[in-house]
């Protein structure tokens, strides 16, 4: 994953995130009383749902990102110790104590290594846990790519959208039984002018802006918003739902 994010930002504009997020946790079978990993929880708008869901539980909210750390800290105060805050990157081993499960939302499409990813989760979650997820899969805002190529045709997207075949065979081959990996569209069309150009800045063009001048950063986003013509990200979401072996 990349480098921080501005997670005031992120939290006032991710609608469709939490939204997809929501519906994802319903796949989570859940008693009541397990410790479950959010596997890039953000400004733990999802993770604030799967507490409810956890009323004798606990999660381990795990983001690279210190800033969205601290958003979510802010959110989830209300559960005090019933959640643990990890800063820790999902591409290397993770720094905590075996889990019963493991939910992820919007956050796997930002590792480039999925063996490793696979490899990192299936090491700390219980023999028969249940790992549910969705991240960005092939195709996904393939509209907002070119566009940006067209503005600036060294463009480069940071992201890893996988198929569903290469999918279910690395988490097989990470320890995982029972796969099931399938695409979803998700076309989301957002108010024009300022509201789109936001989303843009803050989410989809995040990396390349880190790497411009600032005076560079406002116009190239008005020029993919204005490349793009209609407001409308088409979305393709990668869908998991996988348990660990043993």
Same mark, same amino acid.
């Given at each position: 994953?990349? /480098?921080?994010?501005? $997670? $005031? @930002?992120?939290?006032?504009?991710?609608?469709?995130?939490?939204?997809?997020?929501? *519906?994802?946790?319903?796949?989570?079978?859940? $008693?009541? +009383?397990?410790?479950?990993? &959010?596997?890039?929880?953000?400004?733990? %708008?999802?993770?604030?749902?799967?507490?409810?869901?956890?009323?004798?539980?606990?999660?381990?909210?795990? +983001?690279? @990102?210190?800033?969205?750390?601290?958003? /979510? %800290?802010?959110?989830?105060?209300?559960?005090? *110790?019933?959640?643990?805050?990890?800063? $820790? !990157?999902?591409?290397? =081993?993770?720094?905590?104590?075996?889990?019963?499960?493991?939910?992820?939302?919007?956050?796997?499409?930002?590792?480039? &290594?999925?063996?490793?990813?696979?490899?990192?989760?299936?090491?700390?979650?219980?023999?028969?846990?249940?790992?549910? /997820?969705?991240?960005?899969?092939?195709?996904?805002?393939?509209?907002?790519?070119?566009?940006?190529?067209?503005?600036?045709?060294?463009?480069?997207?940071?992201?890893?959208?996988?198929? =569903? !075949?290469?999918?279910?065979?690395?988490?097989? %081959? @990470?320890?995982?039984?029972?796969?099931?990996?399938?695409? @979803?569209? /998700?076309?989301?069309?957002? #108010?024009?002018? #300022?509201?789109?150009?936001?989303?843009?800045?803050?989410?989809?063009?995040?990396?390349?802006?880190? &790497?411009?001048? +600032? +005076?560079?950063?406002?116009?190239?986003?008005?020029?993919?918003?204005? #490349?793009?013509?209609?407001?409308?990200? &088409?979305?393709?979401?990668?869908?998991?739902?996988?348990?660990?072996?043993?």
């Amino acid at each position: 994953m990349t /480098a921080d994010w501005n $997670a $005031a @930002s992120y939290d006032r504009v991710a609608d469709p995130q939490a939204r997809w997020g929501a *519906e994802v946790l319903t796949r989570l079978p859940l $008693a009541g +009383d397990e410790t479950v990993l &959010d596997a890039g929880c953000g400004s733990g %708008r999802v993770t604030e749902l799967l507490l409810e869901r956890l009323p004798e539980g606990r999660v381990v909210a795990l +983001d690279l @990102s210190g800033g969205m750390l601290l958003e /979510a %800290r802010r959110r989830l105060a209300r559960f005090g *110790e019933r959640v643990t805050f990890v800063e $820790a !990157d999902l591409a290397k =081993p993770l720094p905590i104590q075996p889990v019963d499960a493991i939910l992820s939302t919007a956050t796997f499409h930002w590792v480039l &290594d999925h063996d490793v990813l696979f490899a990192n989760l299936a090491a700390v979650l219980r023999p028969g846990g249940w790992l549910v /997820a969705q991240c960005g899969g092939f195709g996904n805002v393939q509209r907002f790519v070119d566009a940006a190529k067209r503005v600036d045709p060294s463009f480069t997207r940071h992201h890893n959208f996988q198929t =569903p !075949d290469a999918t279910r065979d690395r988490l097989e %081959r @990470s320890g995982f039984t029972d796969v099931q990996a399938w695409l @979803s569209p /998700a076309p989301t069309r957002f #108010e024009p002018g #300022e509201p789109f150009a936001a989303f843009l800045e803050t989410v989809c063009l995040r990396p390349t802006l880190a &790497d411009m001048p +600032d +005076d560079r950063r406002k116009p190239f986003v008005e020029a993919v918003a204005r #490349e793009m013509g209609e407001p409308v990200l &088409d979305y393709v979401r990668l869908n998991i739902v996988a348990r660990r072996a043993g």
